[in-house]
């Protein structure tokens, strides 16, 4: 929970903690908010503790027969290679997870930093950054993903750069918004009257206020985010096998239908629980903190 | 008005240019050259230097764009690297089974959406509202690509009661094949627009004429469809526009799970076959109508609520 430490580094010590108890204490009350942070805990710890819990080792062929039914040996069954589908489930969030998080951490910055520009610069500055962002929004988005991809070669770091890509033009527009709202506040007009910079308003005054609503809004992307990596690489253009990754699973699995109904079952399940998990946590943590915050979409 | 039109439709020309702009330097900003690129691995010497010549790559920049923008107003996307056919008319051949898919799925999405969200918004506290809820949630968030292959597993391969694969011939074998995959588009929007009629409908339902009409005694259903609909559409007829784009996003997926012919199945296989004057093709094309849609939702928003008109 990003908002919950943001909010904590800005406050002193005894506010940051009671903010942070009255967050719990709302999300305790909020059902779906509890089952949400509760699958994201165990979809998370899943992937990080995934070496210590896999019972075979993921990308080895044939541990077991091909294509067998969920058994105490294969808790998820194995898939055409006779590889343990459970243990690759388990090892394939990792990569969802890192291209999530990375992904949405950069263009959370440079999201924020060309919002700032938009919002503070000049009319030109403004104007012309948004019509890159609503040029950017204009391109489908997997068809823009793809078309990097061609380009770029598939990869994690091209996985990451394209996901960040897709992302910025919103937060840089939310930003953008709230800046300028703020910029005709009054308190900001006493501070430039008293003589302050440019530079100190917007780190001081100006970014602070921006920053949680954004980071709501980032976690409320993560669902779409682990969506669209588990897409891309269902369609190949992500990791390349044997590395398992949910989407390259639900793939395996797709290829095989016809044979055994198990490895696609398998595949999909951890993709809607972790999109299920984030998304509830999501709307909780949003519906706690500015219930009005998509509206300005 | 007219001018507010005027101004909504001069920023769509400038975001089509721009994004033309934009791919002319991908293609160019790529690492080795443009010729090798759009020709692929493939490429003779023979052919890398009949490109460069076609492509004036020996000319300036700036000649250089305005020749690709010259022949895109001409209709000429470049050629399919391996048929060596014009891109267009491969990207338009395909673009109909695209439409016909994205359009059924998002009718179907609202015709069982709106009903749903205003019924929801007049039974605001029952149980069903709050399981319908969770459901609405969880709808939303899963992939459509997840939803497809599941859907795939049950009716197609274990019922056997719908086609898996292709399009179908004819309007009846078109028809069937379109519900499995129409359905893994919709069922989201679903979720989604519903929540939407919902939450304008609770907005409106609270506002002063509503409660003058209901003072009058006029029935509750009649107050929903004639006096409070037409208003609580409007935040969905936004969000149709700019939804064109997450549809086409999903048809991507969609397609090739179920071997549609499409645009989406089209990117896919060039981007695997690495035939970029394709892959650009279908960018280029797959834009421009998103923002044809999104200026037109625009438009139709304006027309219905000037208020909309103010903030561009």
């Known amino acids: 929970m990003p908002s919950v430490e943001a909010s904590h580094s800005e406050a002193n ?18 059902r779906l908010g509890v089952l949400g942070v509760a699958l994201v805990i165990f979809v998370v710890a899943s992937a990080l503790f995934a070496p210590l819990i896999i019972t075979h080792d993921p990308i080895r062929i044939m541990v077991g027969p091909r294509l067998a039914a969920p058994s105490l040996d294969f808790l998820l069954g194995t898939d055409q290679l006779g590889r343990d589908t459970f243990s690759r489930t388990i090892m394939g ?46 391109i489908p988005s997997i068809i823009f993903a793809l078309a990097m991809i061609a380009l770029l ?35 900001i007009a006493a501070e430039r009257s008293m003589g302050a910079s440019t530079t100190r308003i917007v780190a001081v005054h100006v970014a602070p206020n921006v920053i949680g609503p954004l980071l709501i809004l ?41 044979q055994s109904p198990w490895p696609v079952i398998a595949g999909g399940i951890p993709i809607v629980l972790a999109t299920l998990g984030f998304t509830f946590l999501g709307e909780a943590l949003r519906d706690i903190f500015d219930p009005k915050l998509r509206k300005d979409l | 008005m007219w001018f507010y039109f005027l101004k909504r439709i001069v920023l769509a020309v400038a975001i089509i240019m721009i994004a033309v702009t934009l791919l002319f330097f991908m293609i160019h900003a790529v690492p080795g050259d443009p010729a090798a690129i759009l020709l692929g691995p493939r490429a003779t010497p023979e052919m890398k230097a009949q490109l460069y010549e076609q492509m004036g790559l020996d000319k300036p920049l700036v000649v250089q764009i305005a020749i690709f923008f010259g022949g895109l107003l001409q209709g000429d996307l470049g050629y399919d690297v391996f048929s060596q056919r014009p891109v267009a008319d491969i990207v338009f051949e395909q673009l109909p089974y695209t439409i016909e898919l994205i359009l059924v799925s998002i009718s179907w999405a609202v015709a069982v959406a709106v009903p749903l969200g205003c019924y929801s918004a007049m039974r605001r506290n029952s149980v069903v509202n709050q399981v319908a809820g969770v459901l609405t949630i969880a709808t939303i968030a899963i992939p459509s690509f997840v939803m497809a292959v ?27 094949h379109l519900i499995l995959p129409a359905f893994a588009i ?77 645009i989406g199945a089209l990117i896919v296989d060039a981007v695997n076959t690495r035939n970029y004057p394709i892959v650009m093709g279908t960018v280029l094309v797959t834009s421009f109508l998103v923002v044809v849609a999104t200026t037109l939702s625009d438009l139709v928003a304006a027309a219905l609520d000037p208020r909309t008109r103010e903030n561009l």
């Open chain 1, 13 to 30: 010590e005894g506010e940051g903690l009671g903010v942070l108890r009255s967050v719990v204490q709302q999300l305790r009350n909020n």
């Open chain 1, 93 to 138: 969030g990792r990569i969802p997870l890192l291209v999530a998080f990375a992904s949405l951490g950069s263009a959370l910055a440079v999201g924020l930093l060309l919002g700032l520009i938009a919002g503070i610069g000049p009319r030109w500055l403004d104007n012309l950054l948004l019509l890159v962002f609503d040029t950017k929004r204009s």
């Open chain 1, 153 to 187: 070669g598939p990869s994690l770091a091209t996985l990451i750069f394209v996901i960040a890509i897709g992302s910025v033009p919103i937060y840089g527009r939310v930003v953008r918004t709230q800046t300028r709202a703020l910029r005709n506040s009054e308190y």
């Open chain 1, 218 to 258: 980032v976690s409320m992307d993560i669902p779409a985010v682990i969506a669209v990596e588990a897409g891309l690489s269902f369609l190949g253009m992500g990791v390349r096998p044997p590395t398992p990754d949910w989407g390259v699973i639900l793939n395996d699995g797709y290829a095989s239908i016809n």
């Open chain 2, 150 to 176: 599941y859907a795939l597993l049950i009716f197609a391969v274990i019922l056997r009661w719908l086609p898996a694969i292709g399009a179908g011939d004819g309007f009846w074998e078109g028809s069937i």
């Open chain 2, 186 to 262: 919709g069922i989201g929007w679903v979720g989604y627009i519903s929540r939407l009629v919902r939450a304008s409908m609770l907005e409106i339902l609270g506002e002063n004429h509503i409660r003058m009409a209901r003072s009058f005694g006029i029935s509750e259903w009649h107050i929903v469809a004639h006096y409070a609909l037409p208003l609580a559409i409007l935040p969905t007829v936004t969000i149709l526009g700019v939804g064109i784009a997450s549809l086409l996003s999903s048809a991507v997926f969609i397609e090739v799970v179920f071997a549609r012919p499409g």
